[in-house]
C-alpha cells in the first residue's frame, strides 16, 4: 500500500489566517482527495485533487476557502483560508492507489484555530 | 438518501466476545461497503470490504454480514481483543464514482481485558 506523509501533524492557528498543508505519496496514484474529520465526527470528502486541471469540490466546499494544487502524481496541498474556529479539524489525505476503490489515508493534519 | 446510519455509537465488550457494529443506508445504487478501523492520532484504515453480490465475507475474525433487501451491513469480530479497540467506520460508495465514500457516523470500541 502506499506510504502516505502529511505535513503539519498538527498546529495552532489564529483566526483570519490560512494554512497550507502537504500531501505526498511514495508512489505515483492518479486520485487524490482531501477529507475533513471534525472533533469526534465522522469523515467528509472535501475535494478531488486533479493532476494539472482544478480540483472537483464537493457540495459545501469552495474554492476560495479550500484552494488545491496537484502538480504532479506524488504530491497535493490543501489550504484552508481565512480560518475561523469552525475550521478546527482533522484534514486527511487519502489516495485511491489501483483505482479499486480501496482508499488509503494519511495520518492527518490536526489544525486547531484559536 | 445519501446518508449511511451506524449504530452503536459506542460499545464495550469483554475480551473473547463478539463485537457487532450496524449500518443502514438508503440509496440502492450504492455497490461497494467497507469498514475502516481507525486507531487515536492515526488516519483510518481499511479492514475489511463487500460488494452487494454476497452475503457474507470472512477475514481472519472479522466478518461482514451484509443483507440487500434490508439495505443493511454489519461487522462482526470475533473473540475480540483489548488490541481491537478504536473506532470503526462503515462507509458506502457507487459505481464509477467508487472512491466517494459516504462515512457512517463511527463506533468507538472498548474491549476491556
Known amino acids: 500500500s502506499a506510504v502516505i506523509s502529511q505535513k503539519p501533524s498538527r498546529d495552532i492557528c489564529q483566526r483570519g489566517t490560512s494554512l497550507t498543508i502537504q500531501c505526498q505519496v511514495d508512489s505515483q496514484v492518479t486520485m487524490m482527495f482531501w477529507y475533513r474529520q471534525q472533533p469526534g465526527q465522522s469523515l467528509t470528502l472535501i475535494a478531488t485533487a486533479n493532476q494539472g486541471s482544478e480540483a472537483t469540490y464537493e457540495s459545501g466546499f469552495v474554492i476560495d476557502k479550500f484552494p488545491i494544487s496537484r502538480p504532479n502524481l506524488t504530491f497535493s496541498t490543501l489550504t484552508v483560508s481565512n480560518m475561523s474556529p469552525e475550521d478546527s479539524s482533522i484534514y486527511l489525505c487519502s489516495v485511491d492507489q489501483g483505482n479499486t476503490g480501496e482508499l488509503f489515508f494519511g495520518e492527518g493534519s490536526r489544525l486547531t484555530v484559536l | 438518501q445519501q446518508q449511511v446510519k451506524q449504530s452503536p455509537q459506542s460499545l464495550i465488550v469483554q475480551k473473547g466476545g463478539i463485537s457487532i457494529i450496524n449500518c443502514a443506508y438508503e440509496n440502492t445504487a450504492f455497490d461497494y461497503f467497507p469498514w475502516y478501523q481507525q486507531f487515536p492520532g492515526k488516519g483510518p484504515a481499511l479492514l ?26 454489519s461487522l462482526h469480530i470475533m473473540d475480540s481483543q483489548p488490541g481491537d479497540s478504536a473506532t ?26
Not at chain 2, 48 to 73: C, H, L, M, W, Y
Not at chain 2, 95 to 109: A, E, M, W
Open chain 2, 88 to 113: 470503526y467506520f462503515c462507509a458506502a460508495s457507487m459505481g464509477d464514482s467508487s472512491y466517494k465514500l459516504i462515512f457512517g457516523s463511527g463506533t468507538r470500541l472498548l474491549v476491556r481485558p
Open chain 2, 48 to 73: 475489511i470490504a463487500i460488494r452487494p453480490d454476497v452475503s457474507e465475507k470472512k477475514e481472519g475474525r472479522f466478518t461482514i454480514s451484509f443483507n440487500k433487501s434490508a439495505k443493511q451491513f
